[in-house]
């Protein structure tokens, strides 16, 4: 907790275009500490499994395995029509700035890695799949698996 809120500190420093949380009273500060630590207890009990983050040379890579549902195939022949999944939440999601803000569940786009096949799935079908992320590389995101759940 104090790691993150060092380099939120001297990320705003080094000139970050985002502004830093704004700044609070010690109390405060206090108090949000500890509703941060309680909501972080709530949302790992309800959490999606992920694993460990590992770096590389392009940054900090973060790895989520994430549940959700597909709303939308890729189309070769159509680039604008991407994969579309109706994720749920992901917690321990990191921003650009470092920060574990969470993501909460929405339909959004997830660029599959080249190895990926999809042609065992439609939409409606119900999925777990490791993303990977890296704010330093493009794309940021990418599905590196993804398997059917079983209801
Ligand atoms: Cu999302």
Redesign the pocket.
């Known amino acids: 907790m104090n790691r993150t809120m060092m380099q939120a500190e001297n990320g705003s420093s080094l000139g970050q275009p985002r502004p830093a949380q704004p700044r609070l009273g010690q109390l405060a500060t206090r108090c949000s500490l500890v509703v941060t630590a309680v909501l972080m207890i709530l949302t790992i009990a309800c959490s999606s499994e992920s694993k460990p983050d590992e770096t590389t040379d392009d940054g900090q890579v973060h790895t989520y395995i994430v549940r959700g549902v597909i709303r939308q195939l890729p189309d070769p022949g159509d680039p604008s029509k991407q994969l579309l999944i109706l994720?749920e939440a992901?917690p321990d999601?990191v921003n650009d700035e470092g920060y574990e803000t969470g993501?909460?569940?929405?339909?959004?786009p997830f660029p599959p890695a080249p190895d990926v096949d999809l042609s065992s799935f439609s939409p409606g079908d119900r999925v777990r799949f490791t993303l990977r992320l890296n704010w330093e590389t493009a794309p940021r995101l990418q599905v590196t698996r993804i398997e059917h759940l079983q209801d």
């Open positions: 994720h992901i999601w993501m909460p569940g929405m339909t959004m």
